[in-house]
């Protein structure tokens, strides 16, 4: 099926070529490249929503210099 869409796309483009269809060629392209950017705009790029969804703050562990003694004096 792949291989089907494949041909079909070559021959549609290499006719608009051949019969100096620029325009179209033109038009088409901006078609499918504003189509895969939508695609990927909308496709769910960080899983779904019942994965564990702890934040990057609480896996880092702890900060830089909260292991320091207090040297407060009472």
């Known amino acids: 099926m792949t291989y089907?869409?494949?041909v079909g796309v070559l021959l549609i483009v290499s006719l608009l070529i051949y019969f100096e269809r620029t325009a179209m060629l033109y038009?088409?392209?901006t078609a499918g490249v504003t189509a895969l950017l939508l695609v990927v705009a909308v496709s769910d790029l960080g899983?779904?929503?019942?994965a564990d969804s702890t934040?990057?703050?609480?896996?880092?562990g702890p900060e830089i210099g909260s292991?320091?003694?207090n040297l407060s004096r009472k």
Do not use: H, K, T
């Open 4 to 6: 089907l869409w494949i």
């Open 27 to 29: 038009v088409l392209a």
């Open 47 to 50: 899983g779904n929503e019942s």
């Open 55 to 60: 934040s990057f703050e609480a896996q880092a």
């Open 67 to 69: 292991s320091r003694p």
